[in-house]
């Protein structure tokens, strides 16, 4: 029997209006983990919280982390817990090379 996919629970603040900022982390992380996970959560919430789970793990937490992720971060983070050997490509290249390149 194959071993159940990871689902990923994004609980967001109604009171903050968070919702869109949820639901484009999810559609960033089914873009990029379409075969990996088995499901993306929204979960209304309440109290400026804003978290994201792989599972039981908490891969970020708005107030522990210090604000929001960005689409690179997440997608490492999430990478690192369902996935750790999966090269991310672009998202996981360092910035653009100045070599060559006058100073």
């Known amino acids: 029997m194959a071993a ?6 994004i609980v967001y603040c109604t009171q903050c209006n968070w919702l869109l ?3 484009w ?12 996970l088995g499901a993306v959560t929204l979960v209304p919430g309440t109290g400026g919280n804003f978290e994201i789970r792989v599972g039981d793990q908490v891969v970020w937490e708005r107030k522990r982390d210090g604000g929001f992720p960005g689409p690179k971060e997440l997608k490492q983070r999430v990478r690192d817990v ?6 991310l490509g ?14």
Not at 82 to 87: A, Q, T
């Open 82 to 87: 369902v996935e750790p050997g999966r090269d």
């Open 4 to 9: 159940a996919k990871p689902h990923v629970t």
């Open 90 to 103: 672009h998202v996981d290249a360092a910035g653009p090379s100045t070599a060559g390149k006058p100073a």
């Open 21 to 23: 900022r949820a639901a």
């Open 25 to 36: 982390m999810a559609q960033e992380l089914l873009s990029t983990f379409s075969d990996t």
